[in-house]
């Protein structure tokens, strides 16, 4: 069974910019959920989408969203980029009809705002 | 003060040492506890999932959960170089506001020496 596909692993961006990340969860699962993950302040929760719907949201600001679509897959949008910004990106997938159920990580999508 | 505290380490061990991976925790609605495995680029890797407090075991790794001390621990026997890695706890609460959310310490970095 393939695993989370992030896409794509690296971007290099300028300060303005907007980026678009992508994510495949694994077959079956319906919840995707992102995180970004920076060395000062480790990993931290950006949203969780179940059924194309926004059901939980982390706190960061509003030029951080995202979106699912009809078969599950899941793209996050970064506009108005500023250099901290910079990060790994990293999208987990689980089934979604419980609260709890476990999260299987993608390897992430390395972004550098320049 | 950050909900779930990690000590970063970095924690150096010679091959075949018994490794002791720990995290405390402020917030007593967390119920479901996870150990994450984080190879340098790439995603995290799930090693454990616990509900509450006790036991479990799996090969050559333990999980320790104390809720009354607000307390998890993470066991690694007979350590291999090839479990040199960071190591992250999560912790999640029940609920739908909590879905896809989990709560990560800063991770480990544990290094094993041949």
């Known amino acids: 069974k393939a695993g989370v596909t992030q896409t794509p692993r690296y971007l290099i961006k300028t300060r303005g910019q907007q980026v678009t990340l992508s994510c495949s969860p694994i077959s079956g699962h319906r919840s995707v959920s992102w995180y970004q993950q920076t060395p000062g302040q480790g990993l931290q929760f950006l949203f969780e989408y179940f059924s194309e719907t926004q059901r939980n949201k982390g706190n960061f600001p509003g030029r951080f969203s995202g979106r699912q679509f009809s078969n599950s897959r899941s793209e996050m949008n970064v506009s108005t980029l500023e250099l901290g910004d910079s990060a790994l990106y990293l999208c987990?997938?689980?089934?979604?009809?419980?609260?709890?159920?476990?999260?299987?990580f993608g390897s992430g999508t390395q972004l550098s705002v320049l | 003060q950050k909900e779930v505290e990690q000590d970063p380490g970095p924690l150096s061990v010679p091959e075949g040492a018994i490794v002791s991976l720990n995290c405390t925790y402020s917030n007593s609605a967390f119920q479901y506890f996870m150990w994450y495995r984080q190879y340098s680029r790439k995603g995290p890797e799930l090693l454990m999932y616990?509900?509450?407090?006790g036991n479990k075991e799996d090969g050559r790794f333990t999980a320790q959960v104390d809720k009354s001390s607000k307390y998890i621990s993470l066991f690694i026997r007979d350590s291999q170089p090839s479990d040199s890695a960071t190591y992250l706890c999560?912790?999640?609460?029940?609920?739908?506001?909590?879905?896809?959310?989990?709560?990560f310490g800063q991770g480990t970095t544990l290094q094993v020496k041949p």
């Open positions: 999560a912790m999640s609460a029940r609920g739908s506001s909590n879905t896809g959310k989990l709560i």
């Open positions: 616990t509900y509450s407090s």
């Open positions: 987990a997938s689980s089934g979604g009809l419980a609260t709890n159920e476990k999260l299987f």
